[in-house]
């Protein structure tokens, strides 16, 4: 929109002496006035309700989909490891190769809808 540009970069990192490379994503979202980068908690009022709405969609996902999820591992949910962006009319957030997911799966990514959480943009951009 006129307030905000968002885009991911996705790069394939290969570690000396590893099986193979590995993808990492990540996410960016600035102020076009200001040209600061914004956190998800400048662009959502991230309250208890959000995070509800946020980890409700993404906990279903997994279920409906049956993502494979490490045994080791629970998926929490939202958390500060998760990278985000915005893609057209919808916020994407990417938990990277490895934190939950096997590397036959790829990253974890969940494409959430802004109409399911448009209560809680901040109006400065949205």
Known sequence: NDHLISFKMDQYLYTYRSA???????GFVFDLESGKKL?????FTVNDSF?????????????ENEIPIFDFTEFKGLDESAEF???GEFLVIVFQE??????????????IPLSEINDFFNSKYF
């Open 85 to 87: 962006y915005l893609q």
């Open 51 to 63: 995070l509800s709405v946020v980890n409700g969609f993404m906990f279903e996902t997994i279920k």
């Open 20 to 26: 193979h490379g590995s993808h990492l994503y990540l």
């Open 39 to 43: 956190s998800l908690n400048e662009l």
């Open 98 to 111: 490895y934190a939950y997911t096997p590397y036959v799966y790829g990253p974890l990514i969940f494409k």
